[in-house]
């Protein structure tokens, strides 16, 4: 069964709405009243790229793969990008390939980063996901993140989001290999302990090309690609497969993530 946890987190000295989390951290069935589900992914995507949580998280990544692989920079650079590219996490890679520790990893990388500096309680978005779920057209609201739990909780309780979501699905470090986005295993699972049966009926937004093609592959019926960067944006529109993958009645592109609520 899915474990309720509550998480007040300790780096917010005065609360707001939101701060406190309390929800199922889901790794077992749930009792869901209907299908109608919203899965969002946190990073990048429920704040926007410009606050550099990126990357603060890309230079502690590079310092753990040229002080743990003994490699210079560019080799360094090239093996997380191909590990990136390859699993869908970085951490991934290591793990498999070189029998890292997972939960020592995310102390000195996720769990390391200063997020109380450059991430807040942020209004407009918690208005437009309440006004989403005021909509009436989806019943469930679900975080589906390749963080750590640690992580994801400290960021939504400072964006003030936390007590807006009815799940979260997350990578779990302390289990080998690690199953995250896109691998199928992963999509299955939150599929399955959600009660998601019709496709059709599940909504996704991710910031990540490789995590929302999966999702349209697999025939869910809203995928969302949030692109906040403009080089990114070209970069994929000038892609050979653009036209598959993208335009009406395929993935939608965001370029702001309030834009949600004109489309869901």
Known sequence: MSKLITYTNPEITTPHPGSTVSLPLGFGPVDL?????FFFDIDNCLYKRSTK??????????DYFTKTLNLNDEDAHSLHMNYYKTYGLALEGLVRNHKVDALEYN?????ALDLNSV?????KLRNMLINIKKSGKYDTFWLLTNAYKNHALRVVSFLGIGDLFDGLTYCDYSQSPIICKPMLPFFDNVVNITGSKDAKKISFIDDSEINVKAAFKLGWGKVYHYIEIDEEYEKIKAKEDFDEFYGEDKIIVLRDILDLEKFA
Do not use: A, C, G, N
């Open 33 to 37: 009243k209907s299908p109608r589900i």
């Open 53 to 62: 949580i990126h990357d603060m998280m890309q230079v502690k990544i590079h």
């Open 107 to 111: 102390s000195v990388v996720d769990d």
């Open 119 to 123: 991430l807040s309680y942020d209004e």
